[in-house]
Every structure is written in structure tokens, then in C-alpha cells.
């Protein structure tokens, strides 16, 4: 998957496994990308992967949170 659907899909787990909103979902994950979370992902879209989204929204919500 590209690095914007990776973004999609870790907002979609968050909403999905922790019950929070969408905005609140975007807004957590944007906290992360300003702070260069993804910033392996976009220079390496082979992380992108689906399993890696699961890994990132469960550290996304747990430090943005």
C-alpha cells in the first residue's frame, strides 16, 4: 500500500479497535506525523504493509492518546 493509504488505515484501526471518533483518529495520527512517526514509512513504502498498520495504530493511540 502507498504511505497515504497506510496513513488511512492506521486512522481506521484507531477508530475501529479504540473507539474514537474519526476526527479524533485523524487528528491523533496527524500529532504523529508532525512528529515524524511515519517518517520511515515514507522514505521505505515497503513497510506499508497491513500487518505494520496494526502495529502503528496500536503505538499511535497509546503515545498521542
Do not use: N
Request: aromatic letters at 10%.
Amino acid at each position: 500500500m502507498t504511505y497515504e493509504e497506510h496513513l488511512d488505515e492506521v486512522t481506521t484501526l484507531i477508530t475501529e479497535e479504540y473507539g474514537l471518533s474519526d476526527a479524533a483518529a485523524i487528528q491523533m495520527v496527524m500529532r504523529a506525523q508532525a512528529d515524524d512517526f511515519f517518517s520511515g514509512h515514507d522514505d521505505d513504502p515497503s513497510i506499508c504493509t497491513l500487518e505494520r498498520a496494526h502495529q502503528d495504530a496500536k503505538a499511535v493511540f497509546k503515545k498521542y492518546k
